[in-house]
């Protein structure tokens, strides 16, 4: 009751003048500031973190502030309990260096309540009913546009916090191109002279009219492929045999390469263009590329770090292989580069496609600012449909990643690239909750256990695979949390893609937003086959297509591609993965439609993997035979009862550890082991820790004959494996470097070599692509064609 009245004293305390302005503008008066006539006393409080806006917060987060008994009151108008309480809530699950601010916080959210509590006090003024129910309905209209929930990352399903205090300053109907810079002439000057030019691929790519024959014929006639280097033989075999990467290719007559200096052979394939020839630029100006400022300028000092690197440097901003990808890029077709690697190149390629994700959302911004300013200076009755320049609903990129961890480092480069220097710094709003919820606590981190250096490259930092974030991105601002309808890039992970996409029937779920994605970016694609394959396909099903409801478009704002549904034909799709696997190949070849074509880039494996074992090993590979694809998996799993099994079930092949990459094949085994009462053991993705520990032992002593171990486990784990003496693969690795780490892992108890070690490989002709990452393109030519179903090679120091 004490603080409930201290509110109503401090409501009374204001004079009408103070009211009305509270009530018309919900700040303090300016002229009229004194609220009570005893001072009040100084409290320390945590900003709201709607607030928190400021590039430069970051430097100044444990700083506090003096807050005023005015700002207390207003903030107690404005704020509700359910927010505050789920503030308390978020805050709770933070670092516990931040526990007091917190019960503060909760401190000063029971006092809101109270306070509105006693609003209804039938001694309160009119003035103070007419405020408050101001100030509620403020509060529920913002409510109402925060729309996206999600998961929090370390606790269940709650409802996900977004942005909507900054709906109008971000909004692209109501701003204008002079409010976007101080100097508005200089910003049309820049915008008119650079989206003007005839050549800026931006232009060219979204403004071209497609005909319904043109549309037709990409809908059904096959792609033409265009290369410029005849292919070997032992590449053709390979190309026949494991038809990977483009069915269609097989029915074009004269296969050709293109050969660019660092991503190697590339092929180029459309329906619209015929035998166009694509080259790289060998050296690229900064300002023929029709950058977007500020990138202009920050592009060269953000990419610096990579340059330093490069052998023979030059005055070129970019390294040779971001030269060559994002002159792939800035044409606007499609990509898929399965070279990616978290050691070496994987930063590089994280940098050229937000840069070129950021060039084509400040376009398109700067385009629907500066067609505003031209509709508000139209005179009457003049037409406007000329003003086209959206879509059907907001979000223009989709970046698609595995980790938090992820998100974080593209947020930090689209920062940096926005800020010109030090001085001027770019407001991002939400930037501390951010931080919070996509940074990692470096106390968090495991024991200093041995693991390889590519599995510390992938897995650093914080790696939640559940979030999604909408970016709203003006020239001198950013928003981070903003609601998926005002957002201009959505980064997301496929399982929190999925959770919003829901399934079929399901009562809530939203798609609408992925109607007009015009790049859609998917990163480590290769990991997503550990994860959950199918919520990348179950994407790609509701991407571009016709939304339900129109969210408050203007349609006659709206493109006429999107209106006539033919977004999927414009959209550019970039893949980037450390491998080329069939179900990668296949939604690249499946869902990519884009008008100007695809490039891929295929490199076939000269050496293999095999080369990197150490250990004096025979290595017995054998070919089963299948009609077809959804054949071979029960073609694998009778040849392995039937052929293999047998000659491990004496008890002198003990210590046998079977590698399975399927899970389902893994479920298979087991309950056949089950079955047949085999002397087993098993280990998978899904096994608690104390059975990892107890499955281990039995086998190193031996008293499991066998044990089960799926792919995904050691993907995530990477644990080493004693006392295995045989090997069998029962299909090849989908990493190409896991088969030379499994067989290394046979030195890890003995000293010395034993020469009843054995390693059997079970393979057809559907895994040529796979093979060939295991022994090379030639010896899998050979292999696949040779009459003989059992082929061996020895490694090791006596080879």
């Known amino acids: 009751m004490g603080k409930r009245r201290a509110g109503r004293e401090l409501l009374r305390s204001l004079s009408k003048k103070q009211k009305k302005h509270l009530r018309e503008f919900g700040e303090e008066h300016p002229f009229f500031d004194k609220v009570s006539g005893r001072p009040e006393a100084t409290q320390i409080c945590e900003l709201s973190e709607d607030s928190d806006k400021s590039s430069a917060e970051s430097d100044s987060e444990t700083e506090v502030e003096q807050v005023s008994g005015y700002h207390k009151l207003l903030a107690t108008l404005k704020t509700s309990p359910e927010s505050e309480s789920e503030e308390e809530e978020d805050e709770s699950e933070s670092e516990e260096a931040e526990e007091s601010e917190a019960e503060m916080d909760s401190e000063r959210s029971q006092e809101a309540g109270e306070a509105e509590g006693g609003e209804e006090d039938e001694n309160d003024v009119p003035e103070e009913e007419e405020a408050t129910d101001t100030a509620e309905q403020m509060l529920s209209q913002e409510q109402a546009d925060g729309t996206d929930t999600s998961c929090d990352p370390r606790h269940g399903v709650i409802e996900e916090f977004t942005d909507v205090k900054h709906e109008s300053e971000f909004s692209l109907e109501t701003n204008f191109m002079e409010e976007e810079s101080g100097d508005c002439n200089a910003d049309r000057r820049d915008s008119s002279s650079s989206q003007a030019l005839p050549e800026d691929p931006f232009k060219q790519h979204m403004d071209k009219e ?98 330093s690197a490069v052998d023979k440097p030059t005055d070129s901003c970019f390294t040779p292989l971001q030269r060559e990808l994002f002159c792939i890029m800035n044409s606007y077709r499609d990509l898929f580069y399965p070279e990616r690697n978290a050691l070496t190149n994987g930063e590089e390629i994280r940098h050229a496609y937000c840069l070129h994700a950021l060039n084509h959302v400040l376009k398109a911004n700067a385009q629907v600012l500066s067609n505003n300013a031209k509709r508000r200076d139209r005179k009457p009755g003049t037409d406007t449909d000329d003003h086209r320049d959206q879509g059907l609903t907001r979000p223009k990129v989709l970046m698609i990643v595995p980790f938090r961890e992820c998100a974080l480092r593209i947020v930090h480069i689209f920062i940096s690239l926005l800020e010109v220097n030090d001085k001027k710094k770019i407001d991002v709003s939400n930037k501390k909750r951010f931080k919070g919820e996509f940074g990692s606590d470096p106390e968090e981190k495991p024991p200093n256990l041995k693991r ?37 890039i959505i980064i997301a992970s496929p399982l929190g893609i999925r959770t919003v996409i829901g399934a079929e029937g399901e009562k809530k779920r939203d798609f609408d937003f992925l109607s007009s994605i015009e ?78 074509g695809q490039v891929a880039v295929r490199n076939v494996p000269l050496t293999g993997s095999i080369s990197h074992v150490v250990v004096q090993l025979p290595h017995v590979f054998r070919r089963l035979e299948a009609d077809s694809v959804t054949s071979v998996i029960d073609a694998r799993f009778q ?36 079955k047949e009462d085999l002397n087993f053991t098993h280990i998978c993705e899904y096994t608690k820790k104390a059975a990892v520990c107890r499955a281990r032992r039995f086998f190193l002593k031996g008293e499991k004959q066998f044990l089960l171990f799926t792919e995904r486990f050691h993907f995530y784990k990477r644990y080493t494996i004693k006392g295995i003496r045989n090997l069998i693969f029962y299909e090849l690795p989908t990493y190409s470097h896991f088969y030379s780490e499994i067989c290394n892992m046979l030195k890890a108890r003995d000293s010395g070599v034993d020469p009843t070690w054995t390693c059997t490989v079970l393979y057809s002709k559907y ?24 082929h061996l090679f020895v490694t090791g120091e006596n080879d």
Not at 474 to 483: D, E, F, G
Not at 776 to 782: K, L, P, S, V
């Open 210 to 307: 497609l005909e319904k024959k043109e549309i037709e014929k990409m809908s059904t006639l096959p792609r033409t492929s265009s290369q410029n280097q005849l292919i070997s033989p032992a590449v053709m075999i390979y190309f026949q045999v494991c038809k990977v990467w483009y069915i269609r290719l097989l029915s074009v007559v004269g296969l050709f390469f293109f050969q660019w200096p660092r991503l190697g052979q590339v092929i180029f394939s459309s329906t619209l263009e015929k035998q166009k020839s694509l080259k790289a630029d060998k050296e690229v100006d900064v300002k023929q590329l029709h950058l977007h400022k500020p990138l202009e300028s920050t592009w060269p000092k953000v990419n610096k770090q990579f340059l």
């Open 767 to 790: 895994d040529a692509q796979k093979l060939a990452a295991v022994v090379g393109i030639d010896r899998t030519a050979q292999m696949l064609q040779s009459k003989k179903n059992v």
């Open 639 to 674: 040849f392995f009862i039937d052929k293999v099994l047998p000659e491990y079930r004496d008890a002198i092949m003990s210590h046998t550890l079977i590698y399975i990459p399927s899970y389902f094949d893994y479920v298979r085994l087991r309950n056949y082991f089950k």
């Open 452 to 488: 390889p250096e590519d599995y510390e490259a992938v897995f650093a930092g914080n790696i939640d695979d559940h979030f999604r974030i909408g970016v709203a991105i003006l020239q001198k601002s950013m928003r981070l949390y903003a609601p998926f309808y005002s957002s201009d």
């Open 519 to 596: 790049i859609l970016i998917i990163d480590q694609a290769d990991i997503y086959l550990m994860q959950n394959w199918e919520h990348v396909l179950h994407l790609m099903k509701h991407i571009n297509l016709l939304p339900l409801d129109s969210h408050g478009v203007d349609f006659s704002r709206v493109r006429m591609l999107n209106l006539n549904n033919w977004s999927k034909y414009y959209r550019q799709t970039l893949l980037f993965s450390a491998l080329q696997d069939p179900q990668i190949n296949s939604v690249f070849n499946k869902h990519c439609f884009n008008y100007t």
